[in-house]
């Protein structure tokens, strides 16, 4: 029984090892497939602009103004350091955008809006010039019930590219990047 074992084994491991090979010539190349579309479906886009529109519903109060925190992930080091962050906001979703820093008053009311950022974060503040007393916050300023704010975050080679654009008026930027409207 022995020998029958060894002699199976060996047969097996002869089959694993010896019996496959690759015999035979390669057959003819296949048809080739068509084409795609060079392009023509998508839209241009800037790898030096990047764009991110954020909704907000509700404010966070503070002493004499309301603030709110946007996390964008575009607000990298290299943005901070030799790039532009331009923020706009809009009360009517999207129809006009509307420029910030906005130091000016509203109707003689007090209230101005402006921004501060860091890596990944923006925080848009709405503040009071006459104190706390009678502060409400943009929304209800503006009777809606959202707002929206659109961050464009430049990098410093972009920035080149358009040199002399005055990045925090709507107008020029969309006039230098029409997919921005």
Same mark, same amino acid.
């Given at each position: 029984?022995? #020998?029958?074992?060894?002699? $199976?084994?060996?047969? %097996?491991?002869?089959?694993?090892?010896? !019996?496959? !090979?690759?015999?035979?010539?390669?057959?003819?190349?296949? $048809?080739?497939?068509?084409?795609?579309?060079?392009?023509?479906?998508?839209?241009?886009?800037? $790898?030096?602009?990047?764009?991110?529109?954020?909704?907000?519903?509700?404010?966070?109060?503070?002493?004499? /103004?309301? +603030?709110?925190?946007?996390?964008? #992930?575009?607000?990298?080091?290299?943005?901070?350091?030799?790039?532009?962050?331009?923020?706009? /906001? !809009?009360?009517d979703a999207g129809g006009v955008w509307n420029d910030l820093p906005t130091q000016t008053s509203?109707?003689?009311?007090?209230?101005?809006? %402006? +921004?501060?950022?860091?890596?990944?974060?923006?925080?848009? +503040?709405?503040?009071?010039?006459?104190?706390?007393?009678?502060?409400?916050?943009?929304?209800?300023?503006?009777?809606?019930?959202?707002? @929206?704010?659109?961050?464009?975050?430049?990098?410093?080679?972009?920035?080149?590219?358009? #040199?002399?654009?005055?990045? &925090?008026?709507? &107008?020029?930027?969309?006039?230098?990047? #029409? !997919? @921005?409207?």
């Amino acid at each position: 029984m022995k #020998p029958f074992k060894i002699s $199976a084994l060996f047969f %097996g491991f002869s089959l694993l090892f010896f !019996s496959c !090979s690759k015999d035979g010539a390669t057959g003819p190349t296949g $048809a080739s497939g068509t084409n795609g579309i060079n392009g023509t479906n998508g839209t241009s886009g800037n $790898a030096n602009v990047k764009t991110t529109i954020f909704t907000v519903s509700s404010w966070t109060p503070s002493t004499n /103004y309301y +603030y709110c925190n946007l996390m964008d #992930p575009d607000l990298t080091t290299a943005i901070q350091d030799s790039g532009n962050v331009s923020v706009f /906001y !809009s009360i009517d979703a999207g129809g006009v955008w509307n420029d910030l820093p906005t130091q000016t008053s509203f109707l003689s009311t007090g209230y101005h809006v %402006g +921004y501060n950022y860091v890596m990944g974060k923006l925080v848009v +503040y709405w503040a009071y010039n006459n104190g706390g007393a009678g502060a409400q916050d943009m929304n209800a300023f503006y009777s809606i019930s959202s707002i @929206q704010f659109k961050v464009i975050c430049t990098t410093a080679s972009g920035m080149k590219k358009y #040199p002399g654009t005055n990045w &925090n008026h709507y &107008n020029e930027v969309k006039q230098i990047l #029409p !997919s @921005q409207d």
